[in-house]
């Protein structure tokens, strides 16, 4: 079961390794030697117990299959290109050691040398001409004379095709980059394997080395990357649906999303301050779109005038650079106090582009108090850092920027992955050609003499420079120590080197640096493809965020129910309607369309964008795979607990709390709709109930009206009759009834009378 396991399988090994070297440390054998040096892939242990290289590596192995094809195929173009060098080229680099002689017959015995040219060498920091010991005299010719044997070889320090190992060797450094330029005008030099070569005497050869460039460099190496972008894109794809495959493009595509606006996205507080007039207009002037251009204009300026500076410029143009930085310097300051002012430091600490901007002019201030210097400039060049604000104005600079931060954790275990094989290969190199004796390339700046010049090293031949050079110095058998207790310095290279650099640029180039290549593609394609095929972008999503500011002005992450109309209505197409000018059932039924859930009185940011966004891209949540719908809800329960948090903190809220646990009978959340659809339905019982009691309320004051008004009449009658009772008006009037003249009437009552 242990070694069923590849990573306990390697530990294995490499403690097996261990202890047979411990066993035969005294033993001086050459095998026991080599054994010895593979102690340095211990390091490799610590990838099975580090997941996020482990990650890295299965991903690697994942890709090995496509690899080796790509492998397989790259070998045999070169192995075509590389039997068509031996034909064209075999033995055709060689020349004399004499000058002089320009045919192979001739290049026998020996000849003399009378006259040289003086050289100071500063591997060895020494003259060619013994008589002279310092830098300064090892100048023009000395008259020497030496006997040397005449020697027809190829050049040591570039490649050949004297056989196809050489060949294919020297294709692959072709490959590469490195010196091929060199190699190809060797060719173009190139007689026949008896003549020395001879300048430009066959132009036509170019055409091979730079058909093999074309199809080795620009096509079969870019393989690589390729392949290992393409797993990275189906390794992407299995974790965006959990590995099950289910899901459809587009529905990866917003999840992806989702899970990015749930590590990004939060509601904003709106700082506007209405109780003063003065804050407000300064407030509204700092927002506008205007003034940030303007800023914007004024650091791109700033940045033009730093720029403008040149070594031995003249006096005035320095004052007018200066001037230039003191003007810019004041913009700075006064919008960092004009903000200050309207927002109050409280809240114009909060966005961490105003602590950005801030710590800017703090910093050019301290730069001007110092004064001249070199710690000054220091300090004044952190007025150039605010480019970084660009990023937050330019959409294409947001887009890198983003794809950059999204790729920094995984650019992180890539980079852990290369230290550890940089770290692994150093101490190979230190091991095998740390005492090799210094050449033109191997020399005091690039060498294996100790762990960081071997790091070092490395690095460089990672990046390609001239590692093939140094790996033909490494090679150097030529007036060394041969023995294998030779001095550090002395000793012999050795011919396993091609194995040596050639496995380390496949591993570090070819492989790892491709993908660091493939990751950032895959992000950028990822933030690509979000604006273009999920018709969502990021500027949606930030027009979304300003409208919440509006209906969420400190920015607690919830708003009422009843807010979410006012909030689509401000909201631009396609999270929002604004500008459709929708009736209140066309909003409604778009309401409905959403499919938002609640369980409260309160509607929460990610819910209300997650269905906007589900509801733009056509994607119905209830159709994902269920790990994904769980990953995706316990990331918003996290983000709705924080925002519960931030709500209960404010004092303006508190009497606002929310009401979890609404749902149905049968346990089911209700969505949006529904619940507008219940409040609708109570307001019009609510209405009916209220103009109910309007008119019973009328009918009542219609009725007490009534009875008032005959309650009077009945009244003013009774009072008239009592005045006619009590003798009040008395008029005069005969004995007939009729008025009598006085104007009165009065009634004269017979005695008799009843």
């Known amino acids: 079961a242990y070694l069923r396991d590849p990573w306990n399988c390697m530990d294995c090994f490499i403690v097996v390794i261990g202890i047979v070297g411990k066993c035969l440390q005294g033993q001086n054998i050459s095998w026991v030697r080599a054994l010895r040096t593979l102690r340095a892939l211990r390091p490799l242990r610590t990838i099975g117990r580090i997941p996020e290289l482990k990650v890295v590596v299965n991903a690697l192995f994942k890709s090995m299959p496509g690899l080796f094809n790509v492998a397989v195929i790259a070998l045999l173009f070169w192995l075509i290109f590389g039997i068509l060098g031996m034909t064209l080229f075999m033995g055709a680099f060689a020349s004399c050691s004499d000058a002089d002689v320009t045919n192979r017959p001739e290049c026998v015995d020996g000849y003399k040398t009378t006259t040289s040219d003086r050289e100071w060498s500063s591997i060895t920091r020494s003259c060619n001409d013994a008589t002279i010991s310092t830098q300064a005299a090892c100048a023009g010719t000395y008259s020497a004379t030496a006997w040397t044997t005449r020697v027809w070889s190829s050049p040591s320090d570039t490649g050949n095709f004297n056989h196809i190992g050489n060949a294919m060797q020297t294709l692959f450094e072709m490959s590469t980059t490195e010196g091929w330029t060199t190699v190809m005008y060797n060719g173009v030099d190139a007689r026949s394997d008896e003549m020395a070569p001879e300048r430009n005497y066959n132009p036509a050869a170019t055409l091979y080395f730079v058909s093999f460039m074309v199809v080795a460099n620009f096509f079969i190496l870019n393989l690589f990357v390729g392949i290992i972008l393409d797993n990275f894109a189906k390794l992407a794809s299995a974790s965006a649906d959990g590995g099950s495959g289910l899901m459809t493009k587009a529905q990866q595509q917003w999840v992806r999303s989702q899970q990015k606006y749930q590590r990004t996205a939060a509601p904003v507080q709106l700082n506007y301050y209405p109780e003063s007039k003065e804050r407000t207009a300064v407030y509204k002037v700092i927002e506008s779109k205007n003034f940030e251009w303007f800023i914007m204009s004024a650091i791109m300026a700033n940045a033009v005038t730093m720029a403008a500076e040149s070594y031995g410029q003249a006096d005035s143009t320095t004052r007018v650079l200066e001037g230039f930085g003191y003007f810019f310097f004041c913009i700075f300051l006064l919008e960092a106090i004009a903000k200050l002012y309207a927002m109050y430091p409280k809240a114009y600490f909060n966005d961490r582009w105003n602590c950005f901007d801030f710590f800017c002019v703090c910093t050019t201030i301290i730069g001007y108090i110092i004064g001249g210097g070199g710690i000054a400039s220091m300090f004044r060049l952190f007025r150039l850092a605010r480019v970084f604000r660009l990023i937050r104005t330019l959409k294409g600079l947001r887009m890198l920027f983003n794809t950059l931060v999204m ?342 009552r017979d005695s008799a009378a009843p």
Request: aromatic share 8%.
């Open 407 to 748: 790729s920094f954790p995984s650019l992180i275990n890539i980079g852990g992955l290369l230290f550890l094989l940089m770290f692994v290969y150093g101490v190979l190199g230190m091991n095998i050609f740390g005492k090799v004796k210094f050449g033109e390339h191997l020399n005091e700046q690039a060498n294996f003499r100790d762990f960081g010049m071997s790091l070092m090293l490395l690095l460089r031949t990672v990046t390609g420079e001239a590692w093939n050079a140094i790996m033909y110095d490494c090679m150097n058998t030529s007036d060394c120590d041969s023995n294998v207790d030779c001095e550090i310095g002395e000793c012999c290279g050795s011919e396993g080197a091609p194995l040596y650099f050639i496995t380390f640029v496949v591993f570090g180039s070819f492989i790892t640096l491709n993908l660091l290549i493939a990751v950032v593609l895959d992000n950028f394609s990822n933030n690509k493809k979000q604006d273009t095929v999920t018709h969502v972008s990021e500027d949606d999503v930030e027009d979304f965020a300003e409208a919440w500011k509006k209906v969420d002005p400190h920015a607690t992450g919830f708003i009422q129910m009843t807010k979410l109309a006012f909030l689509l209505n401000i909201t631009s197409p396609p999270l929002g309607v604004k500008g459709k000018n929708l009736s209140r059932l066309g909003l409604l039924r778009f309401q409905k369309n959403l499919n938002l859930r609640v369980d409260s009185n309160y509607l929460h940011y990610q819910d209300v964008l997650q269905a906007l966004t589900s509801h733009a891209m056509g994607i119905e949540f209830d159709k994902l795979p269920t790990a994904v719908q769980v990953a995706l809800e316990a990331g918003k329960a996290r983000t709705k607990q924080q925002s519960e948090r931030q709500m209960k903190r404010l004092e303006t809220h508190k009497r606002h709390a929310i009401k979890h646990g609404i749902k149905g009978e049968d346990g089911e959340e209700y969505d949006v709709a529904q619940m507008f659809a219940v409040e609708r339905m109570q307001a019009a019982f609510r209405g009916f109930q209220a103009r109910k009691k309007a008119r019973l309320e009328a009918e009542e004051a219609s009725r007490r009206r009534g009875v008032e008004k005959a309650e009077l009449i009945l009244a003013h009658v009774k009072g008239i009759l009592a005045e006619v009772e009590a003798g009040h008006l008395r008029g005069e009037c005969d004995a007939s009834g009729r008025e009598l003249p006085g104007g009165g009437r009065r009634v004269v």
